[in-house]
Structure formats: C-alpha cells, structure tokens
Nanobody, 125 residues
Framework: QVQLVESGGGLVQSGGSLSLSCAASGTFFSINAMSWYRQAPGEQRELVAIITSGGSMYYADSVKGRFTISRDNANKNTVYLQMNSLKREDTAVYYC??????????????????WGQGTQVTVSS
C-alpha cells in the first residue's frame, strides 16, 4: 500500500505563485514516475506535469514556462510543483499521482498508480 500526502495550494491572486508538495510513503519496490494532474469543475482530469525516475520532465502546453516540477534531492519520494504567473484558468483541484512498482507476496512485480487526496488551488482576478 502506498500513501500520497499532498500539501500546499490555497487562494492566490492572478499573477501570483503557489507551491505544492507530495510525499509518497509505504511499501513498494520503486517509483517509476510522479506527476501532477488537475481537475476543474465540469472538466476532465488532465496531466499537468510529470517527472520520471530518471529525471525526465514533461509539461502540458498550458503550463510550460510557468510551472516547474522537481524532486527532493534527499528524498526522491517527494515531488514539488512550483506554480508561477498563475492564471484564473489554473483554478482546479490538483492531484498527485505516483506510478509505482510493487512486489506481490509471490515475488511478482507489477505497476500500479496511486492518487493523493487532492488540494484546491484557486486563482482570483
């Protein structure tokens, strides 16, 4: 079982900045990638940014140049999302996701995704 604990978020004015963090804990073999998704009211959940175990990063076009995903150097199981130049359209619930390899009791390995509880980000004009 893997737990993802998110923190950060809140209310900020347009043009402002916020930082989110997500810490993964539990029993697993490895973390393949960690990512941030967001879901606005009435919209589908969308990928915002992802960082792989090798350090490769990907960003949605809508946040490129404004958002930065990173990992804690000391604890690779913690990921951050620095959000700058926030816009009203960035308002959403932000979810952390971890792509994890776990080992079964029979010593088989398989990948599974886990979600955090979500944190609200509201950008006001």
């Amino acid at each position: 079982q893997v737990q993802l604990v998110e923190s950060g978020g809140g209310l900020v004015q347009s043009g402002g900045s916020l930082s989110l963090s997500c810490a993964a804990s539990g029993t697993f073999f490895s973390i393949n990638a960690m990512s941030w998704y967001r879901q606005a009211p009435g919209e589908q959940r969308e990928l915002v940014a992802i960082i792989t175990s090798g350090g490769s990063m990907y960003y949605a076009d809508s946040v490129k140049g404004r958002f930065t995903i990173s990992r804690d150097n000391a604890n690779k199981n913690t990921v951050y999302l620095q959000m700058n130049s926030l816009k009203r359209e960035d308002t959403a619930v932000y979810y952390c996701n971890a792509d994890v390899t776990v080992t079964s009791p029979t010593n088989n390995k398989y990948r599974i995704g886990y979600w955090g509880q979500g944190t609200q980000v509201t950008v006001s004009s």
